[in-house]
């Protein structure tokens, strides 16, 4: 099936700017050609399939977005079935995708291996959804941090570690996370400047991640965890939200990737600066507790992100909250408000969330021979990144997933 997209605004997240009256033919699934020129290649016909042209009258053109730290909403099984918890974390997938043009997802830990499960039914062509990259269980210790997610797994001893480690890969796990501290959401003994695992503990579950040849996605959030994690070779650092000079020296040594995930320290009702954040923050409720925990822990965390950012640390975008189809939005919002370019916050949420996932050669930007998850919005993103909200069409290999004016 071929697919012509016209008389775009292209923003390929490979130079930052948008092209206007541009052109994108979409072959198998995959970018075949682009006119910057504002020339319109011929459509043809493809072995007898329907041929489809779309004027996007001025619309923007741009790769899909990625949000590279998420879980599924957080109940136990006594408050909702397993199989209810399993069919909902899908819904929330599917909706992600189709309502708010996420094509890439990172899980960060679940339980009882539904994201393996979500994955395979997506890829199988079962269902139509995201991609999605599976963690399992992320993996804590005893005492670990957020133990009420109901997605921790806890462990203890460096033989502790190896073990769970070996029965997620059994279970079909793309990465794995680990828990070196706790956090910012937790009971009062979980808190994000304590570490939690001996230096055993860790150079074992690092080991047998190595020797399995399996990334470490690295829960880490005071500079001991963050030097932990880069020294034993994190191929991500996850939230960071305290760190020193040393940290962002390694990061850009090691050449490791920075997820600050801004929203668990920023999203509260003192915080809260538009509408989209005022909603999510009264549906959400958190208790004051974790809301006094998040607001002293902003104005630090965001110092970080900013020097990361100025340093040139690699970053992508995750958002580490729900509902998915708000999260990566939200997170989008946060980056620019602390300081990121519209353009630093597209390419963290297209570019780096393909790259992170090792999937960079095949998605991410709009070149040809990549791809095509595309999604065209309303308004320019590099103007006011809230125009990516402005939703029309998803685009996944080429075929419209969601058309929001056909509603």
Request: charged residues 25%.
């Amino acid at each position: 099936m071929r697919t012509l997209l016209k008389n775009a605004t292209l923003i390929d997240c490979v130079e930052p700017r948008a092209v206007e009256r541009a052109a994108v033919l979409i072959d198998g699934g995959r970018i075949r050609e682009i006119r910057t020129d504002g020339s319109t290649p011929d459509l043809g016909a493809s072995d007898g399939d329907d041929a489809i042209e779309i004027d996007l009258a001025g619309a923007c053109l741009m790769p899909g977005l990625w949000d590279v730290h998420i879980h599924p909403d957080y109940y136990a099984v006594d408050d909702m079935p397993l199989a209810d918890q399993v069919t909902l974390f899908g819904h929330r997938l599917r909706t992600a995708l189709t309502e708010s043009s996420i094509v890439g997802l990172r899980c960060a830990g679940s339980h009882s291996y539904m994201d393996v499960a979500w994955k395979r039914a997506f890829d199988s062509g079962q269902h139509v959804g995201p991609r999605l990259f599976a963690s399992g269980h992320f993996l804590t210790t005893t005492g670990g941090h957020f133990l009420t997610s109901g997605h921790a797994l806890e462990c203890d001893g460096p033989y502790g570690f190896v073990k769970a480690i070996r029965e997620q890969i059994k279970n079909g796990v793309d990465h794995f996370k680990l828990n070196l501290s706790g956090g910012i959401m937790g009971p009062a003994w979980d808190r994000h400047q304590n570490s939690f695992l001996l230096q055993e503990e860790l150079k074992a579950a690092f080991d047998i991640c190595h020797l399995r040849e399996f990334k470490v996605m690295a829960h880490a959030t005071n500079p001991e965890a963050v030097k932990n994690a880069i020294r034993l070779g994190a191929h991500s650092v996850e939230h960071g939200y305290i760190m020193d000079d040393e940290c962002i020296e390694l990061l850009l040594k090691h050449d490791t990737w920075y997820v600050p995930t801004l929203a668990i320290s920023h999203l509260t009702p003192q915080q809260a600066t538009n509408s989209w954040e005022l909603g999510w923050v009264k549906q959400r409720n958190l208790a004051p507790d974790l809301c006094c925990r998040a607001d002293a822990a902003s104005d630090v965390h965001r110092v970080w992100f900013e020097k990361a950012l100025k340093a040139g640390v690699k970053m992508a975008l995750g958002s580490d909250i729900r509902p998915l189809k708000e999260a990566a939005l939200l997170e989008l919002g946060l980056w620019v408000r602390d300081g990121a370019t519209p353009w630093q916050a597209l390419v963290a949420a297209t570019r780096n969330g393909a790259a992170i996932c090792g999937v960079g050669r095949e998605l991410g930007t709009i070149e040809v021979g990549k791809l095509a998850d595309l999604i065209v919005v309303d308004g320019n993103p590099l103007e006011d990144i809230d125009n990516v909200r402005r939703l029309r069409l998803v685009l996944k290999e080429g075929v419209i997933v969601s058309d929001k004016h056909r509603r």
